[in-house]
């Protein structure tokens, strides 16, 4: 079993930026694919941006041309440097492999994002 550990979040105003790690325990962290996921209070976990394993991105609208997400896989870490931050990118961020239909790995504590106006 894998274990994941997120880190970087904090609280930042609006317009600024943040860089998000996450590192998995193993050796198996290279072969899947992976991304970051967020959940705002009252609301339901949403996927934020996905990579390949062999690094091809992808992004939800909300956050495309702002968020850019990237891995090293011979550090078992993956990174989301987030700029121009909104009040409405406040949230737990999480990462775990995608897509979810195969399974997830047991979720990490989430690093606490917090954009102020």
């Known amino acids: 079993q894998v274990q994941l550990r997120e880190s970087g979040g904090g609280l930042v105003q609006a317009g600024g930026s943040l860089r998000l790690s996450c590192a998995a325990s193993?050796?198996?962290?290279?072969?899947?694919?992976m991304a970051w996921y967020r959940q705002a209070p009252g609301k339901q976990r949403e996927l934020v941006a996905r990579?390949?394993?062999?690094?091809?991105?992808n992004y939800a609208d909300s956050v495309k041309g702002r968020f850019t997400i990237s891995r090293d896989n011979a550090k078992n870490t993956m990174y989301l440097q987030m700029n121009s931050l909104k009040t409405e990118d406040t949230a737990v961020y999480y990462c775990?492999?995608?897509?979810?239909?195969?399974?997830?790995?047991?979720w990490g504590q989430g690093t606490q994002v917090t954009v102020s106006s």
């Open positions: 990579v390949t394993s062999d690094g091809n991105t």
């Open positions: 193993g050796s198996i962290f290279s072969i899947y694919h």
């Open positions: 775990n492999r995608w897509p979810g239909a195969i399974g997830y790995w047991v």
